[in-house]
């Protein structure tokens, strides 16, 4: 069995990309509801923060992959693999220490996981595959 690292790393960041828009727009309305919530938020600062974070590390990784792909693939790929770890470690941070979670937030952040650890798998295997590629002309 051949895996193409790459193409499938390259089909998980496009995929983010439609998935990111979503993602935001319900992060910040949630972010700004729990502002509004009669119910108490005693870290909503910090909630927050880690929540603009993510969305940042998202958009800045989707931004760089686009430009700067054809450059030099795994430079861009060893950064991509990066950002999509601090949005990891947002996402544990929500499902461990954020309270309260609301449930569009547990259902948002496990696709996200989901999302983030393929990409994180398949950009070290394209990264680590490339690096051991001897000719890269067969």
């Known amino acids: 069995m051949n895996v193409d690292a790459e193409l499938m790393f390259e089909c998980l960041i496009y995929l983010n990309m439609f998935y990111f828009p979503v993602f935001a727009i319900c ?69 461990f220490y954020q309270n309260p979670v609301f449930k569009l937030e547990h259902i948002l952040n496990s696709l996200s996981v989901m999302l983030t650890f393929t990409e994180v798998g398949f950009g070290l295997l394209q990264i680590i595959i490339s690096c051991f590629r001897r000719n890269p002309y067969y």
């Open 27 to 95: 992060e910040t309305i949630m972010t700004i509801a729990k502002y509004q919530s009669v119910i108490p938020t005693p870290k909503i600062g910090q909630d927050a923060a880690v929540v603009f974070t993510r969305i940042s590390c998202e958009l800045t990784k989707i931004l760089l992959y686009r430009k700067f792909k054809e450059e030099n693939r795994n430079l861009v790929t060893g950064v991509a693999v990066l950002f999509t770890c601090i949005t990891i470690s947002g996402l544990i941070y929500t499902f």
